[in-house]
């Protein structure tokens, strides 16, 4: 029998649509309803990776994900049902491997699934493919160079340092602009677009900057 992913969400028609969608591509799926009924369950049980809600009855998904993280790499990908969380969860060390904020399609749960199994079983991952040239400001794929502005370079390098963390936007002005300058969340998306523009001429198998509804950003 192969190891399940568990779903640990109380929110029981939610955990079962996102149970269907992964055994359609192929997984088996364990569900719980109950924070306080996960660490039982993984003392007699192994999974490949849990989706943990946030807001869960008995023990709350931070405080679960901490305790896992204390004798295992266990990959996590949290679930929240308020926007604002994401940057609370994200300036703490809870240990997760990555964020989605509700409410997301079965697709998407099943893409970051996909995701975060790839970098936690060792398959080579897209930030692996591309070289970063941090004198000439350029990002190399298959031998082919991309020339970006200073802008578009420290925005991909911020992004490639931390592979799977989702950024708001907020975070990528702090970090794009040096001089402290007012800029809107529309100049944000709009460098982020012509950034994703650029890197598709890369041969690369998917556009590795993912969008983040309500969020921000991250690098997959």
Not at 100 to 105: E, G
Not at 121 to 136: H, M, R, S
Not at 140 to 169: C, D, H, Y
């Amino acid at each position: 029998m192969s190891t399940p992913i568990l779903i640990v969400e109380d929110e029981i028609k939610l955990a079962e649509l996102m149970r269907d969608y992964l055994i359609r591509d192929g997984y088996e799926v364990e569900m719980l309803h109950r924070g306080d009924e996960v660490m039982p369950w993984l003392k007699n049980h192994q999974a490949r990776l849990i989706l943990l809600d946030l807001m869960l009855p008995g023990i709350d998904g931070l405080s679960l994900c901490r305790e896992v993280r204390k004798n295992s790499n266990l990959p996590i990908i949290m679930a929240t049902a308020r926007v604002e969380e994401i940057d609370r969860l994200l300036g703490l060390s809870s240990g997760a491997d990555d964020y989605i904020c509700k409410p997301f399609s079965p697709r998407e749960v099943c893409a970051r699934v996909v995701a975060v199994l790839r970098r936690a079983e060792g398959t080579p991952a897209l930030q692996d493919k591309l070289e970063i040239d941090e004198d000439k400001y350029q990002v190399r794929a298959g031998g082919q160079v991309l020339e970006l502005t200073a802008l578009e370079f420290r925005l991909i390098t911020t992004l490639v340092k931390q592979p799977g963390r989702v950024f708001s936007r907020d975070q990528l002005m702090d970090a794009i602009y040096t001089d402290q300058r007012l800029v809107s969340e529309r100049t944000i998306d709009s460098h982020v677009k012509k950034l994703r523009k650029k890197l598709e001429l890369l041969p690369l198998t998917e556009n590795p900057i993912r969008s983040i509804y309500g969020v921000g950003y991250k690098f997959d």
